[in-house]
């Protein structure tokens, strides 16, 4: 007989998904999960581009529902499918803040985006430039960014170094797992770091070593979900219901109340992605 897994808390307060694929969700419909979420205080969702082939899934999910953004952009795994017209496509339905005509007025940030070395999906150099041509786009449009990066923290913090200061908006290093050092650098330049269900993880002591370190005012929730679900739930499909897990570890480790960490995240979510006066419009 299976262990008996706790209930999922509810604390009463409004929480914000910064990353997660809804459309990689298959244990439930689409509506099912996010009202899921919903019932323990999800107001606002965000899922994520990884590559062209599901960057109109996407819109077509901001669409469908009200409560649901999106980013465009093309995950370093997918580097060698960028194209010219890839970054066209993204351009053309991000917008700029001086565009308000753009076809999407719910694409928040270009990603996801970044360096992986350590799966080398694609190669290191096209993962390079196709970082910086993304990163680019933030620039020109001023929307903030999602970055992923694996094994790639001294390339990730020289093309951060070269780029955040012409970004209007900085955004996040998703699913925060590197070293303190590029902790350090993405904090100094206005990045946030993104937590998700690795912080409950037994072996992720570098994590908490990491979210201990980090004011309280540059963490965002995220699950990541359908992967990296948190414990007591490892073993089944990750949902953006599962966010108040992540939160009770990180006040464990910061020595905060909960609800101080869920009022702090839903801020830092805000001024991240949704009160910038340049997201599409």
Do not use: W
Request: charged letters at 25%.
């Amino acid at each position: 007989m299976s262990k008996k897994r706790r209930e999922i808390p509810a604390f009463g307060l409004p929480i914000i998904e910064t990353h997660f694929h809804l459309d990689y969700l298959k244990d439930a419909p689409a509506g099912d999960i996010l009202q899921q979420a919903r019932d323990i205080g999800v107001e606002r969702f965000m899922t994520i581009a990884v590559a062209p082939e599901n960057m109109e899934t996407v819109i077509s999910l901001t669409k469908e529902h009200s409560d649901v953004y999106g980013t465009l952009g093309v995950h370093p795994h997918d580097a060698e499918k960028y194209e010219q017209t890839t970054g066209e496509f993204i351009r053309a339905h991000c917008g700029t803040a001086e565009d308000s005509k753009s076809s999407n007025n719910k694409i928040v940030a270009v990603g996801e985006i970044g360096l992986d070395y350590f799966y080398d999906n694609s190669d290191r150099a096209v993962q390079r430039k196709v970082f910086a041509e993304q990163l680019q786009i933030a620039v020109d449009t001023g929307l903030p960014v999602v970055i992923h990066t694996r094994e790639a923290d001294a390339d990730t913090m020289d093309i951060l170094r070269e780029y955040a200061p012409q970004m209007k908006n900085k955004g996040v290093v998703h699913s925060f797992t590197s070293g303190m050092e590029l902790a350090e650098v993405a904090v100094e330049i206005g990045f946030c770091l993104g937590i998700n269900g690795i912080v409950t993880f037994n072996k992720a002591d570098n994590v908490r070593e990491v979210v201990a370190a980090t004011p309280m005012s540059q963490l965002l929730l995220e699950t990541d979900s359908p992967f990296l679900t948190p414990v007591p739930y490892r073993g089944t499909e990750n949902a953006p219901k599962y966010l108040p897990f992540i939160a009770e570890k990180i006040a464990e480790v910061k020595g905060l109340t909960v609800e101080e960490v869920l009022r702090a995240s839903y801020d830092n979510s805000l001024r991240t992605f949704f009160l910038a006066t340049n997201t599409c419009s």
